[in-house]
């Protein structure tokens, strides 16, 4: 009886010590997992920022400086070239409205490459402005996007001229 | 006898599972750690853009050259105003030995702020640059510094005017 006693407690004893150790290792590998593969995937962000672009040459194509202003992150700068930066979306809006008069009918955006994290995302990129079908102006731009509520927002805004000014 | 080996086997089987709990917790505990406070300050990498930002002043009032283009990664891209992006330390030397020769002696670099992570941070900031005590462009920037072996490098530089060309 003794004996089956003994046999029983180190049974017990086998169980528990696999029972702990599984539980253990679970427990790493779910930490593990959480570390290494993070949510966010860098292509994805940038397939959000491209299609991000696309929106803003719509509302630049119709003319629509309020839609664009709302693009931007209430925060915002927008680093005019030949101008001062101006911050916020009422200046923003004042701006690229400004732009807009001044007879340059659409815009076009080629994201280069994408760097950044989570929630920052820095961009740079090629555009093209066009009076109609010719275009008047080629450059290249850096763009900071921010993740507000779901969804990237322009937070810094700076271009600048492939062409010496005439 | 019989006795005493059950009590024997029951003491080894207890100092077996705190033993194992004492690892497995210590284990998810150095996991966590990591996880939670990773060396990364943002404080601490603005300094250090400002002091490599110090040493660009430098390398510029001294009109060297060289010396500026290794503060730039092997694969960065100069997006000079006015010109086309220059890819490569070469033609950065060259292009900023160009600004050089046009007459500008120093530049002036503030840091307003920075955003990133370990190992990239974006610095928005502002430049002045002179011809002797006489400033001559006033203008933003928006930098993408990648560190590599430990140090901060110019990845993406890009900047333009607060005025409107003349």
């Known amino acids: 009886m003794k004996n089956s006693i003994n046999y029983l407690t180190l049974i017990a004893v086998a169980l528990l010590l696999v029972f702990s150790i599984t539980s253990c290792n679970k427990k790493a590998e779910e930490t593990k997992e959480a ?4 949510t ?3 292509a994805n962000a940038k397939a959000e920022i491209v299609a991000a672009n696309k929106e803003f040459k719509l509302f630049f194509a119709a003319a629509d400086s309020i839609g664009l202003a709302n693009l931007y992150t209430q925060d915002a700068k927008f680093m005019n070239n030949g101008a001062p930066a101006v911050t916020g979306r009422e200046n923003i809006q004042s701006a690229l409205s400004g732009i807009m008069k001044s007879g340059i ?3 076009n955006l080629v994201t280069v490459d994408v760097w950044g994290m989570e929630n920052l995302i820095t961009e740079e990129g090629e555009l093209s402005l066009f009076v109609d079908e010719a275009i008047v102006y080629q450059g290249k731009y850096i763009v900071l996007w ?7 927002k322009l937070f810094r805004d700076i271009f600048n001229s492939n062409l010496p000014a005439e």
Chains 1, 2 share one sequence.
Do not use: R
């Open 146 to 152: 921010k993740k507000v509520d779901g969804e990237w």
């Open 40 to 42: 966010f995937n860098l």
């Open 35 to 38: 570390v290494i593969e993070p």
């Open 105 to 107: 009918s659409s815009i």
